[in-house]
């Protein structure tokens, strides 16, 4: 019979394990698990922008979900199992001890928000980012972001833990090391925890963690030294050897094979981030663009070494060797918030209603409740239905996309979303219109931005939920860029590409791409631009542009 891979795919909310035939890619069976605890907003607090999750999340998604997909194969498909691939978001790091165990499951440090994952979007570190760009341009020596865009994150390694070993004194001298959620959860399966010998993604690496060859691996003691006397020591404490993520992570062990129903010994491969697989699911090669559309976006790209050189690529979030494709150099890039824009807008607009019904004769919990989920349901598919009729080029309205802070060109997380040109005949569809355009322009932003580096874009893939499931927002996307964007065909993507990835760490192909060749899903929806709107746009795209730079230093300092 024919052998199965399982692709787990880290999401924000939820972990969603995809059981992949080894053979063709054909999805046979998929599981959704949501995280029980970050459902309920436990340690979580928006204002902050503090965004924490439990590994016990993670470790309770992850054993539901595979069962949960092989239970829908009937018995004895888990011993067809020969690889498992994981992807997560990133960076998403974790104080942990000195076997490897986060400190939240630990005892003492069950409840404490800085003992557990900081998840990508946490945007509690940046002072710390800001401290790490000022020493880095001034300390005398090489400026460790240069292959990171030249502008470090505070969604990033160093920004997040050094953050951390400010704030909790606790942590700070529980901690030995830290490690990304991509690299715990395959050392977790093979019993391989231990920080020193764990194998350590290059992907969350070189994109995050300004590890490079040049200076052989992470930024020298020296310079950390410099940023805070924390973090003196802490190189030593976690590693300077990467492995690109077709290499095997280790066996699953007898524990974890009983758990979820598999063989001992199944190759784990070594793990990545979810849009860096995402890419690889959907077909990546050389001068394609890969969109992977979500709460927020991932812009990935691949190039041949020679096409790049010791040239780096300002205002992206990294170029890596081996971090996407192994033999190619991985280029990322991204913004911090896409459909979350739209979902913001929703529950604005869903504000007023729940708080007069909340309060209504008549109106209970359950019939609350309904009425609430039919609103989150609809609203955002009947705005953009009104919003297809509004004429770009008739509305005042331009909005500026930084709502959670700005990505690329340039991160800069201390920037804030805008809306101007509002009048009393202002609607909510022309609102929602002028958010989708913003964050359509922000995709622009990224591809002009590439194009300036001298980084060839031939075509555009999208993936994800809203490349899937929102046909406004990609045509719009299509006329804003001004190219046509193929969609891949597998809602699931991302746990596609880390089935490949383990495909190879089994050895059932040889490489990635011979992977890509054989399990591919190929693509079943084109948005072609249409040229009218393209050229209504590109002077809209102008004014959004212009609007940034004017007010860029007062939404930063607000």
């Not at 990224?446 to 939920?465: H, M, P, T, Y």
Request: hydrophobic residues 40%.
């Amino acid at each position: 019979m024919d052998r199965l891979i399982i692709g787990m795919d880290f999401g924000t909310d939820s972990v969603r394990s995809v059981v992949i035939n080894a053979e063709n890619g054909k999805e046979e069976a998929n599981e959704v698990a949501l995280y029980k605890r970050w459902a309920a907003g436990t340690y979580c607090d928006p204002g902050k922008n503090r965004f924490r999750q439990h590994p016990l999340d993670y470790i309770e998604g992850m054993e539901a979900s595979v069962k949960g997909a092989l239970a829908k194969l009937g018995k004895g498909a888990g011993k067809r199992v020969v690889g498992i691939g994981i992807d997560t978001t990133g960076s998403t790091p974790c104080a942990v001890d000195r076997d490897g165990t986060p400190l939240a499951l630990t005892k003492g440090f069950e409840e404490n928000p800085n003992a557990m994952f900081v998840l990508w979007k946490d945007h509690t570190a940046v002072r710390e980012a800001q401290l790490i760009n000022r020493v880095a341009r001034s300390w005398g020596g090489t400026d460790f972001t240069k292959y990171e865009g030249g502008v470090y994150s505070s969604e990033w390694f160093w920004s997040k833990i050094l953050h951390v070993l400010r704030s909790d004194a606790k942590v700070r001298r529980a901690a030995f090391s830290w490690v990304e959620h991509c690299d715990w959860m395959p050392a977790l399966l093979t019993g391989t925890t231990e920080p020193l010998s764990m194998k350590r993604s290059r992907c969350a690496a070189g994109h995050k963690a300004m590890w490079h060859a040049e200076w052989d691996g992470l930024p020298p003691e020296r310079f950390l030294a410099k940023l805070d006397p924390l973090l003196k020591g802490q190189r030593a404490r976690l590693y300077s050897e990467t492995h690109t993520s077709d290499r095997s992570a280790g066996g699953l062990t007898d524990r974890w094979a009983k758990r979820l129903g598999l063989t001992p010994g199944v190759a784990v491969a070594v793990g990545g981030f979810d849009a860096h697989m995402g890419g690889v699911g959907g077909g990546i090669s050389r001068q394609t663009l890969v969109k992977i559309m979500g709460t927020s976006t991932c812009d990935i790209l691949v190039s041949p070494p020679g096409a790049v050189g010791r040239r780096t690529v300002a205002g992206i979030c990294g170029q890596v060797d081996g971090s996407i494709v192994p033999g190619m150099i991985g280029l990322e890039a991204g913004q911090s918030a896409f459909g979350d824009v739209y979902a913001w807008f929703r529950d604005l607009l869903s504000w007023p209603l729940e708080e007069v019904m909340r309060g209504a004769r008549g109106s209970g919990g359950a019939a609350l409740a309904k009425v609430r989920a039919e609103i989150e349901e609809k609203m955002l598919d009947r705005l953009a239905e009104e919003a297809a009729k509004v004429d770009p080029s008739e509305s005042t309205v331009i909005a500026l996309d930084w709502l959670n802070g700005r990505r690329t060109p340039f991160a800069d997380q201390t920037l804030k979303g805008a809306i101007v040109g509002l009048t009393l005949g202002t609607t909510a569809p022309k609102i929602f219109r002028a958010l989708v355009e913003a964050t359509a322009f922000g995709s622009r932003a990224i591809v002009d931005q590439f194009r300036k580096e001298r980084v060839k874009i031939g075509s555009v893939i999208a993936l994800g939920g809203i490349a899937r499931r929102s046909p406004f927002v990609m045509q719009l996307t299509a006329d804003i860029l001004g190219m046509p964007i193929r969609v891949v065909a597998s809602e699931q993507a991302c746990a596609l590409g880390a089935g490949m990835f383990a495909a190879v760490a089994a050895g059932v192909y040889p490489s990635i791409p011979e992977a890509q060749a054989k399990m591919g899903s190929g693509f079943d929806m084109t948005f072609k631009p249409d040229r009218k709107r393209a050229k209504i746009y590109d002077a809209l795209y102008r004014k959004y542009r212009a609007l940034g730079e004017s007010l860029e230093g007062f939404l930063r300092a607000l």
